[in-house]
């Protein structure tokens, strides 16, 4: 079945580092790739997403890009802020379905 | 516009009871969603409903749990006889239509005691 592999975490950066998580993906056909974010206390919100091979997904700093050669969809963002601490989740979803198919989640803990 | 609400929070059980947890989608979502979390496991689709109706229960366990969505009122996730393999993090989303993006809830974190 479709699985979500994402690196173990927690992660620990100073701010204004350099951010990436990865993502890989097994899946059939061409799914939709989503980061959810979920800050302390909160349910998960959706941080950016990309529907097809080669699309850039990107919102408050963060981008994606859709790679389907490699089957990864890694979260990078140029300079870390402490407010961008939480956990991170990487997910996927077929086309004709609803299920969200997640990622263990990686935690990310940015220091001033 | 009030985000997705789920309650309670925290429930605790003894092995045995009954759980129900609630979920209120947001104003004008008729789809609802129910994950579930285990320890140190990403989140599990569980099932899929619109109101009065189930449409995916394909990640339901097939004893002790279900779920409905009626005309009025919240959504329930029903566990009957927990144990404390149950012990997990139960989040709950909702959609104005099929398709669309999923808003979450904060989740309610059962524990079995």
């Known amino acids: 079945g479709d699985s979500v592999t994402q690196m173990e975490g927690p992660v620990t950066l100073s701010e204004e580092a350099f951010l990436t998580i990865n993502c890989t993906y097994t899946a059939t056909g061409y799914p939709s790739l989503f980061w959810y974010v979920q800050y302390p206390g909160e349910g998960l919100q959706l941080l950016l997403k990309?529907?097809?091979?080669?699309d850039k997904g990107s919102n408050k700093g963060f981008e994606a890009t859709y790679r389907k050669e490699t089957t990864s969809f890694h979260l990078e963002k140029g300079s870390v802020q402490v407010s961008d601490s939480a956990v991170y989740f990487c997910?996927?979803?077929?086309?004709?379905?609803?299920?969200?198919?997640f990622g263990k989640g990686t935690k990310l803990t940015v220091n001033p | 516009n009030a985000g997705v609400m789920q309650n309670p929070r925290h429930l605790v059980r003894r092995r045995g009871q009954e759980a129900r947890l609630r979920c209120s989608p947001m104003?004008?979502?008729?789809?609802v969603y129910w994950y579930r979390q285990l320890p140190e496991e990403g989140l599990k689709f569980m099932v899929y409903l619109q109101k009065e109706n189930i449409i995916d229960e394909s990640g339901m366990p097939k004893e002790r749990f279900s779920a409905e969505f009626p005309k009025e009122g919240p959504s329930i996730l029903r566990i009957q006889q927990v144990v404390r393999g149950d012990s997990a993090a139960y989040f709950c989303a909702s959609s104005p239509i099929q398709g669309y993006e999923q808003y979450f809830g904060p989740g309610t974190r059962l524990t079995v005691t």
């Open positions: 997910a996927l979803q077929q086309g004709g379905s609803e299920k969200l198919v």
């Open positions: 104003k004008g979502h008729s789809h």
């Open positions: 990309a529907t097809k091979a080669d």
